[in-house]
């Protein structure tokens, strides 16, 4: 069984910077991708970013292009989304998932993706 765990989230003001982290347990290795969404209320679960298994390509909403940067660390088993300048419309509870390859569609589409964490708030306020 697999199982994704976020932490890094809080509240920040706007202007600020946090560092999400998001960490992969249970029988999984090899070649996976790791995508970053989120969901605000009311709202349906967008995609924020993806990295590949090596890390060498990498993918962001146009909203968090220039702010966000995904990476991870394969020898921990690690995925971070290190967030700058924040502003208010990135409110949202944060998930990650596996990209396992073996779901076919859109890169930035939840449907590909598995073994969902169960998210961390990040609230910036004005």
């Known amino acids: 069984q697999v199982q994704m765990v976020e932490s890094g989230g809080g509240t920040v003001q706007a202007g600020g910077s946090l560092t999400l982290s998001c960490g992969a347990s249970?029988?999984?290795?090899?070649?996976?991708?790791v995508g970053w969404f989120r969901q605000a209320p009311g709202k349906e679960r967008e995609f924020v970013a993806r990295?590949?298994?090596?890390?060498?390509?990498?993918s962001y909403v146009d909203s968090a292009k220039g702010r966000f940067t995904i990476s991870r660390d394969n020898a921990k088993n690690l995925v971070y989304l290190q967030m700058t300048r924040l502003k208010s419309d990135d409110t949202a509870i944060y998930y990650c998932?596996?990209?396992?390859?073996?779901?076919?569609?859109?890169?930035?589409?939840?449907?590909?993706?598995?073994?969902w964490g169960q998210g961390t708030q990040v609230t910036v306020s004005s």
């Open positions: 990295i590949n298994w090596s890390g060498g390509i990498t």
């Open positions: 249970g029988e999984i290795s090899g070649l996976y991708s």
């Open positions: 998932a596996v990209d396992l390859l073996t779901i076919s569609g859109p890169l930035s589409s939840t449907m590909r993706y598995e073994h």
